[in-house]
């Protein structure tokens, strides 16, 4: 027949489960006959027993399972096996929390159990008003628990700075280990990345034939360029949406920020454009003729929110990307100009009419 309480321990921790079969015999008033654990004379495996076979008896039914998980504990496979077979038993279990371990350190091992610690006097108390309803026992009058429990905590420190440490890395402390191997494994193959790109660069310059070639190539490879061309990209894909007419307008008041003025002189269908657009509420005519976009239409303010990033891009210092894009197109990287529109942005961005 087995105890009534399997004090589950490392055999590392013998002096910490010692001092606590002594509070809970002196303590609760309790029979040292009830209490099971392992590695104390007295209580735990008699004299010529199976180890293996004597803890597998002692387990099998206990009305409570008091687990001193510390950092031996979690380095220990015989008692995490203990721990294994609690649960698989559906054993009454209390598992008491050892520093120098945190909640943090076990949340993988003791998922959903309700922790003690053992160098807590609430904590402490809480466990010997469950024990005494899992046992039905009376126990030792209040005061005289309280004395035993002083008296354990006083001794607790020193008794934990004695035990032998496992070679036990906490889990946060090994998550963190992951996370910069994981962060240093990223770093190298982007270096390695680079690398590689500027092998490929320098293989494609060392056979290029002409001065245009060489600007495509460094262009080609320019992370700069990447984003002008990712700017580029998405103001060109918001001026599609727009007629031809209001996409000239948005360059010319936007790129040139010079107004355009209806006379006489504009071409018959410039002036039907322009009357649609108006019509869409897209542009804007005053009386003098001038004509402006309507900056409250959907399709303008998407306009604006993709133009104002590329000029930001293209006022910040850009000359190496300037002069590879002038070589290669023959014109200036520069808003206010209509070829670099053209070969960018818009290629309808083209008086009508001419």
């Not at 929390?97 to 076990?106: F, G």
């Not at 918001?238 to 307008?249: G, H, I, N, S």
């Not at 206010?336 to 001419?354: S, T, V």
Request: charged letters at 30%; a negative charge; one cysteine or more.
């Amino acid at each position: 027949m087995s105890s009534e309480i399997f004090v589950s321990h490392a055999v590392r921790d013998k002096p910490l489960a010692d001092a606590l079969v002594d509070l809970l015999q002196l303590g609760l008033n309790m029979n040292s006959e009830r209490i099971f654990c392992s590695s104390l004379e007295g209580l735990g495996i008699p004299s010529g027993a199976n180890f293996v076979d004597h803890i597998k008896s002692e387990i099998q039914s206990p009305k409570a399972v008091i687990a001193l998980i510390s950092p031996n504990y979690l380095a220990s496979q015989f008692c995490l096996c203990e721990l294994g077979a609690t649960w698989a038993m559906s054993h009454q279990m209390f598992p008491l929390l050892i520093p120098p371990l945190k909640y943090s350190d076990v949340q993988g091992v003791m998922t959903a159990l309700q922790l003690t610690k053992v160098n807590h006097k609430d904590d402490l108390n809480q466990l010997r008003d469950q024990l005494q309803t899992v046992l039905s026992s009376k126990g030792a009058p209040t005061a005289r628990w309280e004395n035993k429990r002083d008296k354990f905590l006083n001794g607790l420190p020193s008794i934990l700075d004695a035990l032998p440490q496992p070679l036990l890395i906490p889990a946060a402390e090994h998550e963190k280990v992951k996370r910069d191997y994981k962060d240093a494994k990223a770093t190298i193959g982007e270096l390695e990345d680079h690398l590689e790109q500027r092998d490929a660069l320098i293989t494609q310059l060392s056979a290029a034939k002409d001065k245009v070639e060489v600007a495509r190539i460094k262009t080609a490879h320019s992370s700069t360029s990447d984003t002008l061309r990712t700017l580029e990209k998405n103001l060109a894909k918001k001026l599609k949406e727009l007629p031809r007419v209001v996409a000239f307008l948005v360059f010319k008041e936007l790129g040139q920020r010079e107004p355009i003025k209806l006379d006489a002189s504009s071409a018959k269908e410039f002036l039907t454009e322009v009357q649609s657009a108006a019509e869409g509420k897209l542009v804007q005519i005053d009386d003098e003729g001038l004509c402006s976009l309507v900056s409250v239409h959907p399709k303008i303010k998407r306009i604006e929110e993709a133009y104002q990033p590329l000029r930001k891009f293209l006022d910040g210092d850009v000359q190496d990307l300037a002069e590879a894009f002038e070589d290669e197109y023959d014109t200036l990287l520069a808003l206010d100009n209509r070829e670099y529109w053209e070969a960018r942005l818009d290629p309808r961005i083209r008086p009508i009419g001419d």
